[in-house]
């Protein structure tokens, strides 16, 4: 009797076990207990889309596929997460640039993928990681001043600009600016308003962007020289580029800016001797504006911002773009009405990636943090 018992016991602890486990495996989903889903921003379908928050929604961003039907229609459409999953072989993400995917995939493809259309990052050519953290810059189209009627030259020198900056520095990543004004105008916020506070909280709060470029030209003038021996016009051309640096978070300038080429450099002869020299003229003024502008990113305080608090997941407006890794510590501080940093209130560890340019977190010290707090990168002990 006590052998039967001593194999019996054991034996229904066994039954036991796997009726539990079988149990739990197929609990119905009207059972109380039962573990959510995984968050939709850990889900495959978005590791490599672009997502924001705005008001506390998270928005994929995708293609217009009416953007070919005139100018009034915007190149990107953000939708809501939930529509997106549900639609999704009807909407186009735009494809990731080759040089984020070489920096963010584990995994790199042997074929390039094809360019649909320009990234909201633009990202310089791969180099070795800065040491610092990518601040988000934001470069307005110029105000064309030019006197040469049907040429205009402010959208073009912008993005001639960004590249030259680009050269120069590391840590900067460049917002597509016909996305963050269309945004603006979807909020009401006319273009003239853009450098107002509201506008550049805005920006700050949603895409993470540290600073605001805006310019204006004068210019190219083109000078024309022949006589009567010459057959072929000598030409030279001169342009002035004034830009402001603007501050998204204190809403304050940080520099004024002013350059113009030396007009002897740009002397050009020959077929298109003018269109020459007006380049020569736009190359030889953004080289001087980018080597400046360079040096004020660099002194740029990095910071980022809490875009939502759902239960003990804290969802960061950056990410492995800006070179944020899991396992980074980050002080939360509480935003005061001064344009400046308030009270620390915790610190947050970040626990995984998501979207192309953000990330998550947990809070692993202090209070509880809020929507728009702001995050930085913790110092490591002993420094």
């Known amino acids: ?28 989903s009207w059972f109380p207990i039962k573990k959510g889903p995984p968050h939709k921003a850990k889900m495959k379908e978005l590791i490599d889309k672009e997502i924001i928050i705005i008001d506390k929604e998270e928005y994929v961003k995708v293609l217009n596929p009416k953007a070919s039907e005139g100018k009034d229609q915007p190149k990107y459409l953000y939708v809501p997460v939930n529509e997106y999953l549900s639609k999704k072989d009807t909407f186009t993400t735009p494809p990731m640039r080759m040089e984020e995917i070489k920096k963010e995939s584990p995994v790199t493809s042997t074929k390039p993928l094809p360019s649909i259309e320009e990234e909201v990052l633009i990202v310089s050519p791969s180099k070795p990681a800065p040491p610092g953290l990518k601040k988000k810059v934001v470069v307005t189209y110029f105000d064309d001043r ?13 993005e001639k600009l960004m590249k030259e900056v680009s050269r120069r520095t590391l840590q900067v990543l460049f917002i597509d600016y016909q996305l963050v004004k269309e945004f603006l105008e979807k909020k009401g916020i006319d273009l003239k308003d853009f450098e107002k506070p509201k506008a550049l909280q805005l920006l700050n709060e949603v895409f993470g962007i540290h600073a605001l470029v805006m310019g204006q030209l004068s210019g190219p003038y083109v000078f024309t020289t022949k006589t009567t021996k010459d057959r072929e016009a000598m030409a030279s051309a001169i342009i002035k580029i004034d830009m402001r640096l603007m501050d998204t978070f204190s809403g304050k300038t940080l520099k004024n800016l002013s350059a113009n080429n030396p007009i002897i450099a740009t002397k050009e002869k020959g077929s298109f001797s003018e269109e020459k020299a007006k380049i020569k003229a736009i190359d030889l003024t953004l080289a001087d504006l980018g080597r400046s502008l360079a040096r004020e990113f660099d002194r740029i305080d990095w910071f980022c ?19 944020l890794k899991v396992g980074d510590v980050m002080e939360v501080f509480r935003p005061s009405g001064s344009g400046e940093r308030g009270e620390v209130k915790g610190k947050i560890q ?26 930085k990168l913790a110092k490591a002990e002993g420094t």
């Open 305 to 323: 911002r809490i875009a939502k608090v759902e239960g003990e997941e804290v969802f960061i407006n950056a990410g492995r773009l800006t070179g």
């Open 350 to 375: 970040i626990s995984a990636f998501f979207g192309i340019d953000a990330s998550m977190g947990r809070l692993i010290q202090g209070k509880n943090p809020n929507v728009n707090d702001i995050l």
């Open 1 to 28: 009797m006590d052998s039967r018992e001593t194999l019996t016991r054991p034996l229904i602890f066994v039954l036991l076990f796997i009726f539990l486990f079988v149990f739990a495996c197929s609990t119905p």
């Open 146 to 158: 030019t006197t040469g009627g049907e040429e205009v030259f402010g959208d073009w020198v912008a």
